[in-house]
């Protein structure tokens, strides 16, 4: 298992900008593909970006595509998550999670490990 602790959110206005950290302990980061799930009050957890061990291919959520970046940084055990032009029902709270040795998912059930999560609020 690996340990996965979020940083970066706060409070930001409709337009602004936001960058999220998670840092991974334990086993070997680069060996992990990476991700960013949402959880808003009263609705399920969503999808939003996923980073693949190895060739770093990514994938995002509808809602998300062209306004959020996924990356990583295997030399420091971090994937970011880097949001701009965030909206109001941006607002939730982003989890990081991790699967070992696998490909790519949208499914939060096919990761293993989870952050604590770290609350996004974008005020209009």
């Known amino acids: 298992q690996v340990q996965l602790v979020e940083s970066g959110g706060g409070l930001v206005q409709a337009g602004g900008s936001l960058r999220l950290s998670c840092v991974a302990s334990?086993?070997?980061?680069?060996?992990?593909?990476m991700a960013w799930f949402r959880q808003a009050p009263g609705k399920e957890r969503e999808f939003v970006a996923v980073?693949?061990?190895?060739?770093?291919?990514?994938r995002y959520g509808d809602s998300v595509k062209g306004r959020f970046t996924i990356s990583r940084d295997n030399a420091k055990n971090t994937v970011y998550l880097q949001m701009n032009s965030l909206k109001p029902e941006d607002t939730a709270v982003y989890y990081c999670?991790?699967?070992?040795?696998?490909?790519?998912?949208?499914?939060?059930?096919?990761?293993?490990?989870w952050g604590q999560g770290t609350q996004v609020t974008v005020s209009s």
């Open positions: 334990g086993r070997t980061f680069s060996s992990y593909t």
């Open positions: 980073i693949r061990w190895g060739p770093g291919l990514t």
């Open positions: 999670a991790a699967r070992y040795l696998s490909g790519i998912s949208s499914m939060k059930g096919d990761f293993s490990s």
